[in-house]
């Protein structure tokens, strides 16, 4: 790997008072790396929803329990640029397998985030972590404007994935 | 009003009407309060609802789960409940969690009293 360490690094306490602060973090980074507003506010969305599910279901609520958050721009060999997204806790471990998103047909009040990370990001990964809590890899695909246009004729809805980041000119 | 921070919900009274104007991003931090403001909103029997969102720069799914609920409790009362003024980030929310075609939404707020 060409480049492990990550480009960002941050911990945080598991109070739902500094979400708003990550959000930003996250969102501004994005659009430092190119994406569009639209990716910034989704990639910010995704992160906060992971955050919350730590928050409320690791961590059952606990304020005082750590977050770490990690970002790389691109994969970390480098390849295919994008923004790398990990996040780890020390929260009680579960089957990665079992973690997705409800049926939306369903319309009721919460389970919910599972369902929002996996349609805004492009790659979504739930791992048990060593030597405790889990790990989130969370990997959106930045897209060249080259690419753009066959993004857009794949009939991309305007809230889903595959509306990927775009270059910008005032990244 | 309703404080929380700089989360504000203002609340007016248009005829049998009632509107909420929360202000601010509706994050886990943030829906206990929209949920009291709903709440207490429902509890006076409006005759109708409306929730303008046209300050509301951010909702996470916790928003989402609170408008889900007012929703539901809403309709329990047969009170209509109408949401206005999504932000165009807003309404991708509503769009990825597919809840755009459950609420009843209006462009504007006096689109949405008038119904």
């Known amino acids: 790997m060409a480049d492990t360490k990550p480009h960002v690094y941050l911990e945080l306490r598991s109070d739902p008072v500094y979400l708003s602060g990550a959000r930003q973090l996250i969102a501004s980074v994005a659009q430092r790396l190119g994406f569009d507003e639209m990716a910034c506010s989704q990639i910010a969305l995704a992160v906060d929803e992971a955050l919350c599910n730590i928050i409320r279901h690791g961590y059952d609520r606990a304020t005082d329990r750590p977050i770490w958050l990690s970002v790389w721009p691109g994969r970390k060999d480098g390849q295919d640029p994008g923004m790398l997204v990990v996040i780890e806790d020390e929260a009680r471990q579960i089957d990665p397998t079992i973690i997705r998103g409800r049926e939306l047909d369903d319309v009721r009040p919460g389970g919910l985030g599972v369902h929002i990370i996996k349609e805004v990001m492009d790659e979504v990964e739930y791992e048990a972590r060593e030597p405790a809590g889990m790990r989130l890899t969370l990997y959106k695909r930045l897209v060249q404007k080259d690419d753009s246009q066959d993004a857009d004729q794949a009939g991309a809805s305007p809230a889903g994935s595959a509306d990927q980041g775009r270059v910008s000119n005032d990244g | ?115």
């Open chain 2, 1 to 115: 009003m309703t404080g929380d921070g700089k989360f504000n919900i203002a609340s007016e009274k248009h005829g049998e009407s009632t509107v909420l104007r929360p202000e601010g991003d509706v994050d886990m931090s943030r829906s206990s309060t929209l949920r009291s403001a709903l709440r207490e909103a429902l509890g006076d029997k409006p005759s109708r609802l409306v929730v303008d969102l046209a300050k509301v720069e951010y909702m996470d799914s916790s928003g989402l789960a609170t408008l889900v609920e007012a929703a539901r409790n809403a309709r329990t009362q047969k009170v209509p409940l109408v949401l206005c003024g999504l932000t165009t980030k807003v309404r991708a929310v509503f769009e990825i969690a597919r809840l755009h075609q459950f609420f009843e939404i209006a462009d504007t707020a006096s689109a949405a009293i008038e119904g």
